[in-house]
């Protein structure tokens, strides 16, 4: 990528094909991009918010993922690392999102000519195109994308020949509120909350150790803290763990015994058995209306629940209640977004989760995720925008395809392929068969420490079914 610089009319056309695509996120997904665009001849340059590739996986790396390796791979990324001398892990294995990180994306990124091509600690705030916002049309395709940037330096402004942007959902979950807001008076307790998955047996152990817990949200990503909560507190008198949800029943969690991935089978399953042992109290229609503390210094939660207000007091709260695209850095790119779940229009009918799990998505790639602005794209779970129903293995398809397609061969961008797992419903978490209550997360992720039986554990990373 190159520093802005004025291009003439004239010479927009060969000075288009001369700059590199900007990726946007160093994760799986945007590292697979530049894999085979490279792969193809095709320039890239990655840009990483985080100071490390793959920040957001090493969020939850305590996380075991219900995917085995052999669906966590690209093969465009394998053709690299095999050449390079690359060991492949056992294929039919689970990995935590560290293990993923550690065993494949990091080595991976290591790798030339990835290596020179990433960027860490680059954020990218806004995306436009070179002298035009959203309203100017004269000349917008022959136009070079400009890409701003923040880093450790100030803000920079790069140019691109096109943008993919794999940023994902992991920086930006759904708010508390059913209404899609925070509650009233988040702000005053907002230092007692915590972002889905925290690792409650280990890194954050304290935080939740012989206290009072409330999960929020009906997904495997609650499910999953639920799980750990429940072996922490064999372990932590005192430790008490409450889960709130919106329905009557958490349906994505409890209806997932004829999935197809092992792990995430035995959620629901496994919560129930804790809910009728009293282990884990459920506020069933219970919709957080505001916040605030108790005299003792908790938060105290109020929600309406049958007509009625109902207070809760709990001294940690975990928001599993999802994941959305952040749209701001893309005002001024035109974008046609579905209306309900934010993801690409043409591709939000195959993913619907009111309709669809995880692997009865169907294959896609370039034609369901261009966008009016001309060789800008959303992939990876950024692409699912607040769907729970992304696999990695998706990604990948997705990036191939539009690989192809920028480097003008249509026949392969068109030639759409992808074998998914049989799964039941969905979301962005699960659970092991850890005796001790580890669970794995759906998209990337499972969480347990150490070895799990091969069939036994789940993960949240690549979204929902990792």
Not at 344 to 372: K, M, S, W, Y
Not at 409 to 416: Q, T
Request: a negative charge.
């Amino acid at each position: 990528m190159t520093l802005v610089h004025p291009i003439r009319t004239a010479d927009r056309a060969d000075a288009l094909t001369s700059l590199p695509v900007a990726i946007i996120g160093a994760g799986p997904t945007g590292l697979a991009a530049a894999a085979h665009l490279l792969e193809r001849g095709i320039d890239v340059t990655v840009l990483e918010a985080g100071d490390e590739v793959a920040s957001s996986v090493r969020d939850w790396g305590h996380i075991r993922l219900f995917s085995p390796w052999r669906l966590l791979v690209d093969p465009a990324a394998r053709r690299l690392l095999e050449a390079s001398g690359w060991t492949r892990p056992d294929e039919d294995r689970l990995p935590t999102g560290a293990e993923l990180v550690e065993r494949y994306v990091a080595p991976l990124a290591a790798l030339e000519p990835l290596a020179s091509r990433i960027r860490t600690g680059a954020e990218v705030v806004a995306v436009t195109r070179q002298g035009k916002d959203r309203t100017r049309t004269a000349a917008r395709a022959a136009t070079p994308f400009l890409v701003r940037v923040r880093t450790a330096d100030g803000l920079e402004d790069l140019t691109a020949r096109a943008v993919i942007d794999a940023s994902g959902t992991w920086r930006t979950p759904n708010h508390l509120g059913s209404s899609g807001l925070d509650p009233l008076g988040f702000d005053e307790v907002a230092g007692d909350v915590t972002h889905a998955l925290p690792d409650v047996r280990g890194r954050d152990r304290d935080r939740f150790a012989g206290r009072r817990a409330l999960v929020v949200g009906a997904g495997h990503s609650a499910a999953n803290t639920l799980l750990h909560l429940a072996a922490l507190a064999r372990e932590e008198p005192g430790t008490r763990i409450t889960w709130a949800i919106r329905n009557a029943t958490a349906v994505r969690v409890t209806t997932s015994e004829d999935d197809g991935l092992a792990a995430r089978a035995t959620i629901g399953r496994r919560v129930d058995d804790l809910v009728a042992a009293g282990r884990i109290e459920v506020l069933d229609r219970f919709e957080i209306v505001r916040l605030g503390r108790a005299d003792d210094g908790a938060v105290r939660v109020v929600g309406a629940r049958a007509g009625e207000l109902v207070e809760h007091d709990a001294d940690v709260i975990v928001n599993a209640t999802g994941f959305r695209p952040d749209l701001d850095l893309l005002r001024e790119i035109r974008l046609e977004l579905d209306d309900v779940v934010e993801a690409p229009r043409r591709l939000a009918p195959l993913i619907d989760p009111n309709v669809h799990t995880c692997g009865t998505v169907e294959p896609h790639g370039f034609a369901e995720l261009r966008q009016p602005e001309d060789g800008f794209f959303i992939v990876g779970m950024k692409s699912y925008g607040r769907a729970p129903t992304f696999l990695l293995a998706t990604g990948y398809e997705q990036v191939r395809s539009i690989a192809a397609w920028l480097a003008g061969d249509l026949a392969a961008a068109a030639d759409v392929r992808l074998e998914l797992p049989a799964t039941g419903v969905c979301s962005t978490g699960l659970a092991t068969a850890d005796p001790d209550g580890g669970a794995a997360a759906c998209g990337s992720a499972g969480v347990e420490r150490g070895p799990a039986p091969a069939a036994a554990s789940a993960s949240v990373a690549d979204g929902c079914c990792g």
